[in-house]
């Protein structure tokens, strides 16, 4: 598939995240940090940063397996998603902004980034962009350093 196939696949697509998924998510969050309730989350920055960054990407993965007919989630354990795949040979990174309206991920090699949007109440996933590596790097000003973590802001991207 190539990067204009891709594009049209997602282009004008969006995902609704069903409530019960949201829910599943906070719930594994909630275990996985320990807490007894998920109202816990709201008195800990770290817990609702954490609680966010899984939404984003569980959500976003499986906007992508809708639109692309892949797999990238394992239906047995929620919060296990893969946010790096490949393509016919091309190698896509999927990235959000976070709360602090920064992308962040770890530079592998890539092709192209996917950067997607979850609304600000998690009810909805859309696609924003398809970035090649070249013009991230060109764009953002960041050393091209492999297996270290990358930040920018999103203005940066658009």
């Not at 309206?101 to 980034?113: C, H, Q």
Request: net charge positive.
């Amino acid at each position: 598939m190539t990067s204009n196939l891709l594009l049209t696949n997602l282009t004008k697509k969006y995902f609704d995240i069903p409530v019960n998924l949201k829910e599943g998510i906070i719930n594994e969050v909630v275990n996985k940090l320990g807490l007894k309730s998920k109202f816990q989350l709201n008195d800990r920055h770290e817990g609702m940063f954490f609680l966010d960054k899984h939404i984003k990407r569980v959500t976003g993965c499986l906007f992508l397996e809708k639109c692309l007919d892949i797999n990238l989630c394992d239906d047995k354990k929620i919060l296990k998603c893969n946010t790096e795949f490949n393509i016919d040979g091309i190698f896509y990174i999927i990235v959000f902004d976070n709360a602090n309206n920064r992308v962040s991920f770890l530079n592998r090699y890539f092709d192209f980034l996917v950067y997607l949007n979850v609304d600000s109440n998690y009810k909805k996933v859309t696609f924003n962009k398809l970035i090649s590596h070249d013009d991230f790097f060109k764009k953002s000003n960041i050393p091209n350093d492999l297996n270290k973590i990358v930040s920018t802001e999103s203005k940066n991207l658009t």
